[in-house]
C-alpha cells in the first residue's frame, strides 16, 4: 500500500536566470525555488519527505507535447551569446532565454516524470516538484509567459502512455491562465482540465477570449475543459472554496480519475504582484486536502508561478503538509463568496450543465451582463493590510512600505495558525470481540473510563444514565475518546456505543462545558435524543430518511435522504450541501454519530468523514452505533489516512434527492452563504 510523499528539487535549475533588463520578466528569478526549498527545511517536512533523484526529460518526452522544430530551437540556444539569446526570446510573449535555459528545461520535466513514476509506481502516494522554468503556458510549438517546456501536460501524455491510464484531471490553480494545456488537451476526453484565473473580461493577460467560461473544449473534448474567469482582484478564501465545491469537485468525483495533477501556481495567493488575490497560504492546504480524496489519492503537484517569495513560500509548506497528512490549521476570514466569484460559477456551471450528470437537473441560467461590470469587490477585513509589491519588491530589493506590511502580517498569519496541533493519531473504544485486530496498526485502542469519574461527569446532565454502572460503558469509552481529543493528546477518534443519540448528547455538553464555541454534528439515521442547539454553539445536520418535526433552524438542519443501495449517490450532498455549510460555520471539532435506519451506506459515510478532516484541524469524533465492521473500518481508515478510499461508483442524486438540496439551499443560503452558487442566491431573502 502506498504511502508517503515524494520532494523533488535540484538547485541546478536556479541557472536558469534572465541575463538583460526586462520589467516583464524580472519576477521569474532563482530564489523562487531557492526560498520555497529552504522553507520547507525550516519548518522541517523535508526531513519527513521521501526525496527522489532528478534527472533530464529526453526528447522522445518532450516530444509528447512539442514539435521537433520548437524542441530544436530551445536546444539551439545553448551555445548562444546574449545578444542573440534576446533575439530569440523576443519571438515569443514574456519569455527569457539563458545558455543553461534548455538543461534547466529538461531538468523540470524530467523531475515531473520522476514524480509521477515515483505516484504510479506505488513508493510513494503522492508529491511536488519544485521546478523552473515552469510551464503551463507553453504550447506545442511556442513558449510563452516564463514557461519553455508544458511540465505537467508533458507528465500527462507520458502517464497516459506508460501506464494506460484513461482518466487524468489537471487543476491549474496559478493565477494565469494555462492556456498552452488547453490547447493541448483540449480536444482530448480523457484529460479533464480546470483552470481559475484572473480575466477581468479578457484585460488581463492573457488576454484571450478562449480563457472565458464558455470555452469548454472542442469536439470529443467538449465538457473536458473547464474555465473559472476571476472578473476582479480580491478573490479569496471563500472564492476558491466556493469554485471547488459547486464545480470541480462535483465533477471531478464524476469524472473519476486514475491521477490528479496539480499546475501549482501559488501567484494566486495573498500579496503576489501578478494575482493581487488574498487567499491566505493554508487555503491552498485545504484545496490539496479535497484533491487528494481522487484517484485513491494518487496526486502530483509541479510548481508553476508565484512571484512574492513569502507568500510562495508560505504556500508550498502548507500544500507539502496537507499532502503529509498534517491536520489543516482553520481558514482565516469570513466565509462568504463575492458576488462576482458567484457569477463565475454560475456561468461555468451553466456551460457545462448539458455535459456532467451531477449539473443537469440543476437550475441554472447565463449571465449575459456580468454586474461585477459595474460594481467592485470589497476584500475581506482580515486581509486588508495586505498590499500587492511590484516585480522589484518580490525579489528583496527596496522594500515599500506596503509591501513590509504584507511581509509582517504573513509572518504573524503564519505564527497563528501553526499554532501546536495534535498529532495525527487516532484513538479507538472498541466493543465488537476481535474488532480491534481489525483496524489499521496506527489506531490506538483506549480503555473505558473509570466508572466512579464517569458517574460524577454525567450525573451534571443526564441523570438517568448513571442508575446502573453498566449503562456509564458507553459513556465512559465515549469521554475517554473525547478527553484525549479536547486535550490535543490525539487527533480524531472512532467510538463503538449501543446508544449514539445519548452519547452525541453528552459529547456535546462536554465540549461546551470545555469551553468550545462551535461544534458541528452529523447525525446520520433516526435520533431518540433531542439535541440543544438553541444557542449557536452546536449545529446539528441530521441525515435521515424522514425529516424531523424539529428541524428547519439555522442550527439544526434536516437533510432527507433516499440511498442508491448499489452505488454511492451521495456526491451531491456532501459537495453541494453539507461541506458548504460546514465551512461556513467553520467548527472546533466534529461529531459524527451512525445511529440506527441510516439512509447512507458505508461509502456515504466515509466521503463524508473523508472530506470533513479538512475542517477543525481534523479533530473528529465518531461515534459508531451500528457494529457491523467493515463500517468501522471504513471510518477508522478516513479517520486515520491510512489511505486514500475509493468511494464507490458515482451515481447521480435522485430527482427527489435533488429537490432536497434545492429547498434546503434556498432556505439555508442567507445563513451559510458558502451555499450560494448563483447570483439570485446572493440576494434572496435579503
Not at 507539502?320 to 490549521?329: A, F
Not at 513590509?404 to 497563528?416: A, D, G, P, Q
Request: charged share 20%; glycine share 6%.
Amino acid at each position: 500500500m502506498a504511502s508517503g510523499t515524494a520532494l523533488i528539487y535540484d538547485s541546478e535549475m536556479t541557472r536558469h536566470r534572465l541575463l538583460w533588463e526586462d520589467p516583464i520578466c524580472e519576477i521569474e528569478v532563482p530564489e523562487r525555488l531557492t526560498s520555497s526549498y529552504e522553507q520547507l527545511k525550516h519548518r522541517g517536512p523535508v526531513q519527513r519527505c521521501m526525496h527522489v533523484p532528478i534527472r533530464e526529460g529526453n526528447e522522445e518526452e518532450i516530444m509528447l507535447v512539442h514539435s521537433s522544430e520548437y524542441l530544436q530551437i530551445v536546444k539551439s540556444t545553448q551555445k548562444m551569446a546574449e545578444e542573440e539569446l534576446r533575439r530569440v526570446s523576443e519571438n515569443y510573449d514574456a519569455v527569457y532565454f539563458h545558455p543553461d535555459t534548455y538543461h534547466c528545461a529538461k531538468l523540470a520535466v524530467g523531475a515531473s516524470l520522476q514524480l509521477v513514476d515515483s505516484v504510479m509506481s506505488g513508493k510513494v502516494c503522492n508529491g511536488i516538484a519544485l521546478v523552473r522554468p515552469p510551464g503551463h503556458h507553453s504550447q506545442r510549438a511556442a513558449a510563452n509567459g516564463f514557461c519553455i517546456f508544458n511540465n505537467v501536460a508533458i507528465a500527462a501524455e507520458y502517464a497516459k502512455r506508460k501506464y494506460g491510464l484513461q482518466r487524468i484531471l489537471i487543476v491549474d490553480w496559478d493565477i494565469h491562465h494555462g492556456q498552452g494545456t488547453q490547447y493541448i488537451f483540449e480536444e482530448d476526453p480523457s484529460v479533464l482540465y480546470f483552470s481559475w484565473h484572473r480575466y477581468e473580461h479578457q484585460q488581463f493577460w492573457p488576454m484571450l477570449r478562449e480563457s472565458d467560461y464558455d470555452a469548454i473544449g472542442r469536439g470529443k473534448g467538449k465538457g473536458f475543459n473547464i474555465n473559472v474567469p476571476w472578473n476582479k482582484t480580491g478573490m479569496g478564501n471563500s472564492d476558491y472554496l466556493a469554485a471547488f465545491f459547486h464545480v470541480l469537485l462535483p465533477l471531478a468525483f464524476e469524472f473519476d480519475p486514475e491521477l490528479v495533477l496539480v499546475s501549482a501556481g501559488y501567484d494566486s495567493g495573498i500579496g503576489d504582484p501578478e494575482g493581487q488575490m488574498t487567499a491566505t497560504p493554508e487555503c491552498f492546504a485545504h484545496l490539496t486536502h479535497f484533491l487528494m480524496q481522487l484517484a485513491k489519492g494518487k496526486l502530483c503537484a509541479v510548481l508553476e508561478g508565484g512571484y512574492h517569495l513569502k507568500s510562495l513560500s508560505d504556500s508550498v509548506f502548507m500544500t507539502v503538509k496537507s499532502l503529509l497528512g498534517d491536520p489543516i490549521p482553520q481558514l482565516s476570514g469570513e466565509m462568504v463568496p463575492c458576488i462576482s466569484a458567484v457569477e463565475s460559477i454560475q456561468n461555468v456551471r451553466a456551460a457545462h450543465k448539458t455535459y456532467w450528470k451531477c449539473l443537469i437537473q440543476e437550475d441554472i441560467g447565463l449571465l449575459q451582463d456580468l454586474s461585477t461590470k459595474s460594481h467592485s469587490v470589497v476584500e475581506p477585513e482580515l486581509l486588508q493590510s495586505s498590499v500587492h509589491p511590484t516585480a522589484e519588491q518580490a525579489v528583496g530589493k527596496s522594500y515599500s512600505d506596503e509591501a513590509i506590511k504584507t511581509e509582517r502580517f504573513l509572518k504573524s498569519h503564519m505564527k497563528k495558525i501553526l499554532s501546536p496541533v495534535p498529532p495525527v493519531k487516532t484513538s479507538a473504544a472498541i466493543v465488537s470481540t476481535g474488532a480491534e485486530n481489525l483496524l489499521p496498526i496506527s489506531v490506538q485502542v483506549e480503555k473505558e473510563m473509570d466508572t466512579k469519574n464517569c458517574k460524577a461527569l454525567i450525573s451534571r446532565f443526564y441523570s438517568e444514565g448513571v442508575k446502573e454502572n453498566e449503562a456509564l460503558i458507553p459513556f465512559g469509552n465515549m469521554l475517554a475518546v473525547l478527553d484525549k481529543i479536547l486535550r490535543k493528546e490525539v487527533c480524531n477518534g472512532i467510538v463503538e456505543s449501543a446508544v449514539g443519540s445519548l452519547c452525541a448528547a453528552v459529547a456535546l455538553k462536554h465540549c461546551t462545558d470545555f469551553g468550545l464555541q462551535r461544534v458541528l454534528c452529523i447525525f446520520v439515521g433516526e435520533m431518540d435524543t433531542e439535541l440543544s442547539v438553541e444557542d449557536g454553539k452546536n449545529l446539528l445536520v441530521n441525515i435521515c430518511q424522514k425529516p424531523s418535526e424539529k428541524a428547519g433552524s439555522k442550527y439544526f438542519i434536516s437533510l432527507n435522504w433516499k440511498e442508491d443501495t448499489e452505488r454511492n449517490n451521495f456526491f451531491s450532498a456532501a459537495l453541494g450541501f453539507i461541506l458548504p455549510v460546514a465551512y461556513s460555520y467553520q467548527p472546533d471539532l466534529i461529531v459524527i454519530v451512525v445511529g440506527p435506519n441510516r439512509s447512507l451506506g458505508i461509502n456515504g459515510i466515509s466521503l463524508l468523514t473523508s472530506l470533513l478532516k479538512g475542517l477543525a484541524e481534523s479533530r473528529i469524533l465518531a461515534v459508531i452505533q451500528d457494529t457491523e465492521i467493515k463500517l468501522v473500518q471504513s471510518v477508522a481508515k478516513a479517520l486515520n489516512k491510512v489511505s486514500a478510499h475509493d468511494f464507490g461508483v458515482y451515481a447521480s442524486a435522485s430527482q427527489e434527492n435533488v429537490r432536497e438540496i434545492k429547498l434546503l439551499r434556498h432556505q439555508l443560503q442567507q445563513e451559510w452563504k458558502m451555499l450560494q452558487c448563483s447570483v439570485a442566491d446572493c440576494f434572496s431573502g435579503s
